[in-house]
């Protein structure tokens, strides 16, 4: 799709999987620095140290973020872990300030994202200048407002740029703080060549446990990184207290994923390739049976045209929905794989027959 630098060419260093880890908020010098020095101690050097610094709270009344101030302790970061920092910007002051102490990286956060507004004025604000954003998930599951942000600052000539997945608020489905909706993060992927998303366990989960789960699911999907909030003494603190995990616990944590190699980048070995043969046959017998069960469909639907019947017609329907829907079940498929291949078909089929009602033309196969 686009032309843009990967992080790798970010010219700081960065390699494989990205790993950035910090507190959710800067709080105090102290703080700054004992997390700095923990994750020394247990020798568990992140590949960029996040910090909030500005924070968008849902209600007012809790911690904000302590502002300027703020960054001026990120030399404490550059004194003792020598690795670039990065932080969120919400508006164009933040950008200014972030800009003058020297802020390696940027990321704009989910409530910035769903307003293309503010969007819009970050990116006039980074105009000419060289420095890499990573865009977060809106709130909601809306994958053109998030590949919107990020052309925005494409299109004023920021190239270095990534995704953040951190979940999506959902009303109803409490498992998680941030529901994951993986299909999302794929999906911008797909649409965007080459973009990076980096996953953010600690929003989806919202406490610590499932941490590690989460971020084994984000690689296993083929992510780009993980973004965890890292805090020398999390339950005491200013914000986030719950998903915070101490650098030990990070440690533990990374130590247990179980990395896996992008694909795209790699020969495949004979065995993938004889695989991938094996469904490249498969595909071609399901297309060639779906273009047979499609002309099925238009001389029903000449059928119908003839006789004056609607096109839908729900008990025959249910029928066919409820009669592969046991079958595929029972051969190991899934209930919700097979209702919304189903959906998919049916939606087709009837749009197929309304358009030979409508227009009694010979369909056009590529409508
Ligand atoms: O059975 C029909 O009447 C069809 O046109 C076929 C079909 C299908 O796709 O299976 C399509 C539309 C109807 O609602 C029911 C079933």
New binding site residues.
Partial sequence: MKDHLKTSEWGLGLKGHVIIAGPCSAETPEQVEKVCLEMKEQNIIPSMFRAGIWKPRTRPGSFEGIGEDGLKWMEIVRHHLNIPITTEVGNTAHVELALKHKVDVLWIGARTTVNPFAVQEIAEALKGTDIPVMVKNPMNPDLQLWIGALERLHAVGINKLAAIHRGFSDAYDKRFRNKPNWSMPIHLKREWKGMEVINDPSHIVGKRDGILEISQRAINFGLDGLMIETHHDPDNAWSDAKQQVTPAQLKDILSKIDFKTPLDSEKPSEKLHDLRSAIDHMDDQLIDLLAERFAV?DQ?GAHKREHKLT????D??KE?MDSRTDKGVKKGLSEKFMKELLFS??EE??KR?EKQLRAGDPVNKNA
């Fill in positions: 469909i029903i096109v839908f017609q729900s025959r329907w066919v078909i049916h089929s009837v027959q």
